[in-house]
């Protein structure tokens, strides 16, 4: 079983700070990010992130799931999703029907394009 840490009362805290209460790495972190789209935090105006409480509580759930429950990523990010914690993947609502016809499109255009080309470098 996992150990409940008290986490600082703070509004916001920095991935230095993050990282030493994950208990992992600022890379690593960076790394979850794009992995995991329940974790965004924001950036300060000079750039740096800055985490939200419910950003390091999905971290802490994260490194339980894949560190002491062996998880994989895409297992514990179907995990986050059945808690509710994780939102489904982005869904562009194309049709497969529908995207063969735009990839046909693409490569008329590309086509036409090149040939247009040819045409410029003869002029």
């Known amino acids: 079983m996992a150990v409940r ?23 690593v972190l960076r790394y979850w990010e ?22 390091v509580e999905t971290l802490l759930k994260v490194k339980e799931l894949l560190y002491s429950h062996r998880f994989t990523i895409a297992g ?17 609502g194309v049709s497969s029907e529908e995207a063969q016809r735009m990839r046909a499109a693409l490569v008329e255009i590309r086509s036409e394009v090149l040939a247009l080309m040819d045409e410029l470098d003869r002029v």
């Open 5 to 27: 840490q008290q986490l600082p009362a703070k509004l916001y805290y920095r991935i230095g700070e993050v990282a030493g209460i994950v208990g992992v790495e600022p890379h």
């Open 34 to 55: 794009t992995e995991f789209r329940s974790i965004r935090p924001q950036k300060s105006a000079k750039g740096q992130r800055v985490y939200s409480r419910r950003d």
């Open 76 to 92: 514990a990010r179907r995990k986050l999703r059945e808690g509710g914690i994780e939102p489904p993947p982005p869904d562009a």
